[in-house]
T-cell receptor, first 111, second 113 residues
Framework: KQEVTQIPAALSVPEGENLVLNCSFT??????LQWFRQDPGKGLTSLLL?????REQTSGRLNASLDKSSGRSTLYIAASQPGDSATYLC??????????FGTGTRLQVFP | DGGITQSPKYLFRKEGQNVTLSCEQN?????MYWYRQDPGQGLRLIYY???????QKGDIAEGYSVSREKKESFPLTVTSAQKNPTAFYLC????????????FGPGTRLTVL
């Protein structure tokens, strides 16, 4: 069964810290992996998409890596800010036309 | 502005009633999706459509119905057969189902009274 797991479920850090969010997937035959941000009561905003042939993608202070052999992806946030507080979701896309979502990591960055 | 709109933002339904949630996109995307989100759970796929006049069941299609008569529109009907419909519903679209980023609407929160 294809499953996606995110650890930790919640994370609270002081402003300025660099932090890593983890995403694990059980089936390494992914098509791509996406990271999303969700603010409370809102829809999802796409952050980064990594194709299966890529190892990482970067956008501003965000860097996402993909290791298919170990079934892992990480989202690195540099110099965290209170505005980064949100829930971060990863989703694996397999050749089944569907995204499999993790349950998310709820991040709080305090001043 | 290009994007996905959902309406209404909040919806209240009495037991036994059918309700329809609207989803419109002007991104010229072929694929559209409906997800359900419950507290503490990941998004679960209800239905998706690869192209106009075509749609497939997702993982939790029971009690829901959809139509895709226009490329821009993918309405979701929550029927009285759905036993636990209170949830946050999200619509998304992508260029096609085989890859590319999915873009999400702002969501509709449905509450059954």
């Amino acid at each position: 069964k294809q499953e996606v797991t995110q650890i930790p479920a919640a994370l609270s850090v002081p402003e300025g810290e660099n932090l890593v969010l983890n995403c694990s997937f059980t089936d390494s035959a992914i098509y791509n992996l996406q990271w999303f941000r969700q603010d409370p009561g809102k829809g999802l905003t796409s952050l980064l998409l990594i194709q299966s042939s890529q190892r990482e993608q970067t956008s501003g202070r965000l860097n996402a890596s993909l290791d298919k052999s170990s079934g892992r992806s990480t989202l690195y946030i540099a110099a965290s800010q209170p505005g980064d507080s949100a829930t971060y979701l990863c989703a694996a896309h397999y050749n089944t036309d569907k995204l499999i979502f993790g349950t998310g990591t709820r991040l709080q960055v305090f001043p | 502005d290009g994007g996905i709109t959902q309406s209404p933002k909040y919806l209240f339904r009495k037991e036994g009633q059918n309700v329809t949630l609207s989803c419109e996109q002007n991104l010229n995307h072929d694929a559209m999706y409906w997800y359900r989100q419950d507290p503490g759970q990941g998004l679960r796929l209800i239905y998706y459509s690869q192209i106009v006049n075509d749609f497939q069941k997702g993982d939790i299609a029971e009690g829901y119905s959809v139509s895709r008569e226009k490329k821009e529109s993918f309405p979701l009907t929550v029927t009285s057969a759905q036993k636990n419909p209170t949830a946050f519903y999200l619509c998304a679209s992508s260029i096609n189902v085989r890859g590319g980023t999915q873009y999400f609407g702002p969501g509709t929160r449905l509450t059954v009274l």
